[in-house]
């Protein structure tokens, strides 16, 4: 594209240098030929015309531009050297020239030169002006491929957390078919439409930009209307092609449609319910995580079983990954974190501070760090070549008054490569946390208050909004429960103090 401008803008660069040739030709072979405009070599010495009269001087010509000379009479300027045009009272024009000035015209520069150097200067600067913007898109292409490449390496980081200032009124979004508590959220990669599961089994596609629903399957209503039970999980591909859902009622993962939300077929092979599905980014490649302590692998393409990860000593409660061929897990009670390197087939485990606690939720942030959280009220952030947290937030989310326990956090979400976390406890309260330059702290932004659990968070790409999935009851349970809570999806509007690129 830049080259065929570049050419195009060459070619007219060309006619408009022929024009000035063309011009030049006609104004030397006009004055060369014609007998009634005559040149007096030494003016001094001569005080008339040729045919003896007397003289007046019409005007004194300096040298002008070529353009300037293209728009003037031909008989006021010819050569654009320092000349006066006479005009005798019988009509003959005559320019006369100084000697002086004759002895060093030859070696001035004549109006045709003149004419062709600016068409080269002209066409020169559209060639330099071609070239910078070349160098500019090459440069933008080359910022884009950089971050690929840093974001694959997991060193990209965008600092924009410090930011962020607070939120506007928040969105609420209610249908029928949730009855009760939403225990999963997913969004697209575009981050303009929504998936939510409930405890019911009912399913819902959501319009972000509309703030309404578009699609959604009805939970078990019994013998007469089956369904899905409760689910427990959602994933979706990174084209949306796919929608992946574990459920409770039965050890299947159930693969849909995206688009349609028609149930495609079901991927049989784990020996308990399954508790965590994510894509791998830009492929149909499958992780989950079941109840039964194995992570597999699937090919979504052939519809295809690949393998099986062992390690977990407990049900494993959380899965999440990015683009490299590695998924990271949360073993609940086991008190492990374990990051699957599956083309070296290894892993790396990483033991929770807190002996006893069950880690609930983890979440990558870039392909080197990533938090956890649980019940233990801990937010957690680690470095993946270090076995110990870089940074922990004890009792994040307080302290219940109730019995003394720290609030449990029940979810995590992450702005992909920035240093922007959120984080959801029982008590309805989200909190948004800055990570520091290096990772090593967290220091918190600022809260948003809720009624009920928050069983799910999600950040639409832009960092625009925060969504949130609320229930009456833990999605994980029923110890508790909020009876003025409402099951329901929570649309929160960030504000941030200027816009950044994100």
Known sequence: MIESCTKKRMLLGITFLGGLTVLALIIESHWTNSSSKLYIDNYENNSSCISGEEYEVISECHPCTAFEIASESIDVCVHARYKEVLKCKSGETITRRNEAQSETEEEEETAQEKRLRLAKKYLQEIEEEEKDRAEFEEGAVAQRLREE????????????????????????????????????????????????????????????????????????????????????????????????????????????????????????????????????????????????????????DDMAYVESLFGHQNAITSIDALSRERAITSGGYDGTVRIWKIVEESQLIFNASSVGSSIDAVKLINEENFFTGGDDGQLCLWGCLKKKPLCSISQAHGIDETNGQPMWISSIATLLNTDLVASGSRNGTIKLWHCSENFRSLNLLFEVKLTGFINALAFTPDGNHLIAGIGKEHRNGSWWQISEAMNSIVIIPLVHKQKTNK
Not at 161 to 187: D, F, P, Q
Request: with cysteine.
């Open 149 to 300: 490449y840093l974001e694959e390496k997991g060193r990209l980081k965008k600092t924009i957390a410090i930011n962020y200032v607070g939120h506007n009124e928040l969105i609420t979004l209610r249908c029928k078919e949730h009855k009760s508590s939403i225990t999963c959220i997913c969004l697209s990669s575009d981050g303009n439409i929504l998936y939510s599961g409930s405890k019911d089994g009912s399913l819902v596609k959501w319009s972000v930009k509309d703030k309404k629903k578009l699609k959604a399957i009805r939970g078990n209503r019994g013998k007469q209307n089956p369904g899905m039970k409760s689910i427990q999980c959602l994933a979706i591909s990174t084209d949306g092609r796919f929608l992946v859902v574990g459920e409770s009622g039965c050890k299947d993962i159930k693969v849909f449609s995206g688009d349609t939300i028609n149930h495609i077929k079901d991927l049989k092979g784990h020996r308990g319910l399954v508790s965590g599905l994510v894509f791998r980014k830009n492929t149909h490649t499958l992780y989950s995580a079941s109840e039964d302590k194995s992570v597999k692998v699937w090919n979504l």
